[in-house]
């Protein structure tokens, strides 16, 4: 009772009475700045956010400190001086220099690999020889030539046969899908238009072989023409098999191009490019060549020109937009950002983007593909009338820690040198489509058989699909077995329980990699090439187990007699790589198409055991009663 005495003491029955003649201090009132609806079904004059206070925004302006403005008009006109020159030279590692080639992608230029159609004396690319000898076909049919010269081309280029029980067609023997292909054209039935294809390059064509008389021999010469163009158009390779930039022992491309500048010649060198895409990060200036060679005629002289455009604004996602009841973007919120204590990196973001967005300004300059340009000046005039001269970032020597810049190259060979800021945009394509892969080969670490180890994770069959490795070396393995069986004899009986194994095998797709020393070192070491033997029962002259994958058998084809094939120790980390070979394709200017055989490489899945193991002591397995 007492409490509700005291709570109606305080009540005030007239509130304007008593605002007026100030009777009770203590109440307080106050005036909201922003509209309000009260009681109404219509928003229009609250969305207009009216200030009553207009005064009040002034003095809260005034406190933050926002009256104290800085002389920095927003830009307004600026101009641009530049000296832009195009590359000139193409050397790929260890080859001669040529001029280098603009109609065809960068891409397609470097990493260009010669198509196998041989593995030793086996014939491989089945699938590719029909092609081309149906496309032959096809050109003859269309100059009007008959059926006898048609069936002289398919006798003296036809598909052989493989021996099922010969060692040497063991490859294609093996796997039941490539027999029967070989087996389904051979006999005549098809033409082997590569067979036709080098004998075309490698000798002068004469028709005293074919039922051609001297008068319509005109139309094969047509036909031979065009059937030369087909196929340098349908795969582009090097016309050189050496000349290539794909360095087997570092398992990368290494190349070099070379632009002319004011005062001599800047060298672009890619020493690890693996990646499929060229950008400028792959490349880097070398100032210890200074030249690559002068290819045929001289060089054009770098271009300088001078363009005036506007700055714009910098706009992205979830940027904070100027005007007050804007929408914004939501795909981007700053706000859902929850930086722990030590992530300095996401909120320096965030007061990027919060607090500084509207404070950058974008100058578009559009340079053209396949340019290595140098700003010579920037001036920038604002608002104002004032003109400023605008230096580049990151200027000083390169190995600055304090220095900060993008998309600038590397000083390779001197870090010391002074900071190069051209911008290079090499002309390469924008997009590459990859095949499936027709080689596939893990390069991984044996810490217990102390080597490397290339296994053969996918290869292509001599018809011209890929299988996978361990498939087609067991396949290829239940071959000689049945190739080298002789009459059983009974095994010897052991009276011990246990019995000695020098050294046990490993899949014939795993092929070992072991350390040597550099030639002149005796620490340097490196990998080579080693092969496992084939042990067979019945066998007294165990063979070597070949690679089947060309990234695998370099100098094993090569003539008049082989080479050892090395790795370099660094190129295989403990995690291993994945080096992978498809065909890439893809459309330059004017719509041409570029087909061509690459290589790309990965990082592997880390270090694994083949179980090769020697001198061991075994269990012998105790026979059924």
């Known amino acids: 009772m007492p409490l509700i005495n005291a709570l109606s003491s305080t009540l005030v029955t007239d509130m304007k009475a008593a605002v007026l003649a100030r009777a009770n201090p203590s109440i307080v009132t106050w005036e909201r700045t922003e509209g309000r609806p009260r009681n109404r079904t219509s928003f229009d004059r609250a969305l207009r956010a009216e200030i009553h206070d207009a005064l009040w925004m002034l003095s809260r302006q005034w406190q933050m400190g926002e009256f104290k403005g800085e002389d920095a008009g927003s830009p307004a006109l600026a101009k641009i001086h530049m000296e832009s020159a195009r590359p000139h030279t193409y050397k790929p590692d260890g080859h001669a220099a040529r001029p280098f080639d603009e109609t065809i992608p960068l891409e397609t230029q470097v990493e260009q690999l010669p198509i196998a159609f041989r593995q030793g004396d086996q014939k491989v690319a089945l699938d590719l020889r029909l092609v081309m000898g149906r496309y032959w076909l096809k050109l003859l049919a269309a100059a009007g030539v008959g059926a006898g010269v048609r069936a002289d081309f398919l006798t003296r280029f036809p598909i052989a046969r493989p021996d099922p029980d010969a060692a040497a067609d063991a490859a294609v023997c093996a796997h039941r899908e490539a027999w029967q292909q070989f087996a389904a054209v051979s006999g005549g039935r098809a033409l082997d238009g590569y067979e036709f294809h080098s004998f075309l390059k490698e000798s002068n064509f004469a028709p005293d072989w074919t039922s051609i008389t001297a008068g319509p021999a005109a139309p094969l010469n047509t036909a031979m023409i065009a059937f030369r163009a087909w196929y340098e158009r349908q795969f582009y390779q090097p016309e050189d098999p050496q000349q290539k930039a794909w360095r087997s022992d570092y398992l990368e491309y290494q190349f070099a191009c070379a632009a002319p500048k004011s005062d001599g010649e800047d060298v672009l060198a890619a020493d690890e490019y693996y990646h499929g895409h060229l950008d400028w990060y792959n490349f880097d200036f070398d100032t210890s060549q200074r030249a690559l060679g002068e290819p045929a005629g001289s060089p054009p002289a770098p271009a300088t020109f001078t363009r005036t455009f506007w700055p714009t604004n910098i706009i992205f996602s979830g940027m904070p937009l100027t005007r007050w009841w804007a929408f914004e973007d939501g795909k981007t919120n700053f706000g859902a950002i929850k930086p722990g204590t030590t992530d300095l990196a996401k909120l320096l973001v965030m007061e990027f983007g919060l607090a500084y967005a509207n404070d950058w300004f974008l100058t578009p300059f559009r340079l053209p593909a396949g340019s290595l340009s140098r700003v010579k000046g920037l001036a920038v005039a604002n608002v104002f009338g004032e003109r400023f001269w605008i230096d580049p970032a990151g200027r000083g020597l390169d190995d600055q820690w304090s220095t900060w810049r993008m998309f600038s190259l590397n000083v390779k060979g001197n870090e010391a040198a002074a900071a190069d800021l051209a911008l290079l945009l090499p002309s390469s394509t924008p997009k590459i489509q990859d095949g499936p892969a027709r080689e596939e080969v893990a390069v991984m670490r044996d810490e217990m058989a102390n080597?490397?180890?290339?296994?053969?994770?996918?290869?292509?069959?001599?018809?011209?699909?890929?299988?996978?490795?361990?498939?087609?070396?067991?396949?290829?393995?239940?071959?000689?077995?049945?190739?080298?069986?002789?009459?059983?004899?009974?095994?010897?009986?052991?009276?011990?329980?246990?019995?000695?194994?020098?050294?046990?095998?490993?899949?014939?797709?795993w092929i070992p990699f072991i350390p040597v020393h550099d030639p002149g070192s005796n620490r340097e070491i490196r990998l080579q090439r080693a092969a496992m033997l084939r042990f067979l029962k019945g066998d007294d002259h165990p063979a070597r187990i070949r690679p089947r994958t060309e990234l695998l058998r370099e100098g094993l084809d090569a003539k008049p007699k082989r080479t050892p094939y090395f790795i370099h120790e660094e190129e295989v980390p403990r995690a291993g790589i994945l080096v992978t070979q498809s065909f890439q394709r893809t459309r330059w200017y004017g719509g041409r198409v570029f087909q061509w055989l690459g290589v790309r490489k990965t990082t592997g899945r880390g270090e694994g055991s083949s179980g090769l193991a020697f001198d061991q002591i075994l269990d012998v397995p105790e026979k059924p009663k």
């Not at 053969?456 to 069959?461: C, D, F, P, S, V």
């Not at 001599?462 to 361990?470: A, E, I, L, S």
């Open 451 to 509: 080597m490397v180890w290339g296994i053969e994770k996918t290869i292509t069959l001599p018809h011209g699909r890929p299988k996978p490795g361990f498939e087609a070396a067991s396949e290829t393995r239940k071959v000689f077995e049945r190739l080298a069986a002789v009459s059983p004899t009974p095994e010897p009986e052991y009276r011990a329980k246990i019995r000695y194994s020098v050294m046990n095998s490993v899949p014939e797709n």
